[in-house]
């Protein structure tokens, strides 16, 4: 499959709502609909532009199937619906997917499919000095949620370069915060640097002159790591095997349909996020935060595997062991044109 780099969409909500629907939904007996779950960032541009040229409901007319959408804004959230059996499919970081999968016993969730690859960087105050690893003593470092995708990156840095967090007897300081928090901390010069996701990477930068340190994208082979995956619910999957088929050709469709519509992607997703939150993102946080990301929807598994081993070595994933047997689900699919799927 081709992968294209894009540029576009990115999101500038400050205290965004944990969760809100675009549809009506209830947790009751989930026959004849799906449930899916997305964040509104940038980074997961394939369910948004998926449900905005309605691929997703084209790809899955025949079914007569009402698709409900919940919109989160973090991982372990979508986990948690994941296991009260309140989502059948949601689009997430591997980090938290790796840890339902184990907090599971291997039982609940599976990966589908992938939907982005790269879209974090590591940006910090321009006169913080973190540019040299010496200069790390006493610095205050954030990230999201403690264990997601980005926390377990800076972590994995940090201890790389033999530095070690306060908690574990050294003298660096993480701060495990939203990213809101984190943008209006950096403002305020209360934190030294960030490593965040976009849109809030490119916002830190163009907005609170911020200087991009690297983009991880650096760190892994190809330049490409899985940062967005499709998964679904084990029993949901099991009971609905053609549903799943299609939606995984419908997220297919969806990542050529943006690889091949950079600039009317770009569009859709300002009139989602105009309609969500009612407001637009600056054509240049737009631009330069889209290209920081590919639109994929390989899984990369290689990448998952190493966030894994990188989790671990952590003490992320408990202490007897761990494995991912089976966490990806493999099925054929075949794709053809969706051109005629969109007709704004």
Known sequence: MKILYLIGIAIVVIGIIAFVGFAQSSDDDPQNKIRVAFSPSIIHAVPIIGMETQIFTNNLDDDDLDIQVKIFDSGPQVIESIF??????AYVGPGPVINGFLKSDGNDLKILAGAASGGASFVIQKNSGLDLIENYSGKRIAAPQISNTQDVSLRHYLAENGLKTAEKGGDVFVLNIANP???????KGDID???VPEPWATMLVEELGGVRLFDENEFWPENQFSSVLLIGRTDYIEKNP??????INANEKTVQWINNHPDESKKLYNEFLKSYIGRTLPQNILEKSFSKIIITSETLENSVYTFAERADALGYLGRDGYTLDGIFYHENISVTSNEENYNG
Do not use: C, H, P, Q
């Not at 928090?181 to 403002?187: C, E, H, V």
């Not at 053609?242 to 939606?247: F, L, N, Q, T």
């Open 242 to 247: 053609e549903i799943i088929r299609k939606w």
């Open 181 to 187: 928090d984190i943008y209006t901390l950096f403002a």
């Open 84 to 89: 009260s059996n309140s989502v059948d499919i």
């Open 193 to 195: 640097g960030a490593w």
